[in-house]
């Protein structure tokens, strides 16, 4: 069955106690750590990587793309309209077409200036480059082949700034090995209710996991029955590095996560924050 169809409608109450802005603070500070913030007007953003020297057109695009930030499987848009409000010109790409369409009604709603466009993160294409790539929410793990991964990875590469960042995170085989692999997962609320059932196939070290979703129709006391099968990848963190590398980034930082302290054998969750050199 194909994901994030029917779910669409109902993944924004189930994820109401998301920690976006903790994800989004800690992005911005990543940013700016490394060199990608809002305050690109001095006189050092007038040149280009090769000394040359820009007119003040063009520095004023090549100052604005700079500042762009593209956000990889942005689902519902709720990251994306967070940095945007941080002062990011952001570009969200998700290949769900149900979570896109919440997305762009939220900018409906909210005015930013957003650009959302349709694709699949294996073969996206932008208008120009941009200064960095975030991808959170273990987007990456629904990719389930290694060649997939170095893909976009190297599309990332190409579509990045000298100097660029790219950060991402993933869940580890160890989360789906021993957290919530074969586990069963139950929520029930006033309008929707779900069971999550997971599957682990160790040799494959692949999670599915399979949503029963019940919504009440509106108005009414009948709830609607739905269905979807999700397939995520656990991959290791120096598996994930040698991606990164191969694509032609340089790692930068990995991070627990959770802790943002260093990563363990028992992290469930990591970051890596790359470079474009």
């Excluded at 957290?179 to 682990?200: L, M, P, Q, V």
């Excluded at 040799?203 to 009414?220: K, P, Q, S």
Aim: charged share 30%; glycine share 6%.
């Amino acid at each position: 069955m194909e994901a994030y169809t029917d779910f669409a409608q109902v993944y924004d109450e189930f994820m109401d106690e998301t920690p976006y802005e903790e994800w989004c603070a800690f992005l911005v500070g990543m940013l700016k750590k490394y060199g990608v913030n809002q305050d690109n007007g001095s006189e050092r953003m007038t040149e280009t990587s090769s000394g040359r020297r820009l007119s003040k057109q063009a520095a004023r695009n090549f100052r604005q793309e700079r500042n762009t930030i593209l956000d990889l499987g942005c689902g519902t848009g709720t990251l994306t309209e967070l940095l945007a409000r941080k002062g990011y010109d952001m570009i969200g790409v998700d290949n769900a077409q149900e979570m896109l369409q919440i997305a762009m009604d939220k900018r409906d709603r909210s005015g930013l200036d957003i650009l959302y466009l349709l694709q699949d993160m294996r073969e996206f294409e932008l208008y120009g480059a941009v200064g960095a790539v975030i991808s959170v929410c273990d987007s990456i793990n629904y990719l389930l082949e290694e060649e997939d991964i170095l893909q976009t990875f190297r599309l990332v590469h190409n579509y990045l700034y000298p100097g660029g960042v790219f950060i991402f995170d993933f869940n580890t085989v160890y989360k789906y090995a021993n957290i919530i692999g074969d586990a069963t997962i139950a929520e029930n609320r006033e309008d929707c209710s779900f069971i999550w059932e997971n599957y682990y196939h160790e040799e494959e070290e692949i999670n599915e996991y399979d949503l029963t979703i019940f919504v009440r129709n509106r108005g009414e006391e009948l709830f609607q029955r739905f269905q979807e099968t999700h397939y995520q990848r656990g991959y290791q963190l120096e598996q994930m590095r040698r991606l990164v590398e191969d694509a032609g980034l340089r790692v930068l930082e990995t991070l627990d996560a959770d802790t943002h302290d260093g990563v363990t054998p028992e992290s469930e969750r990591i970051y890596i924050v790359a470079k474009k050199n």
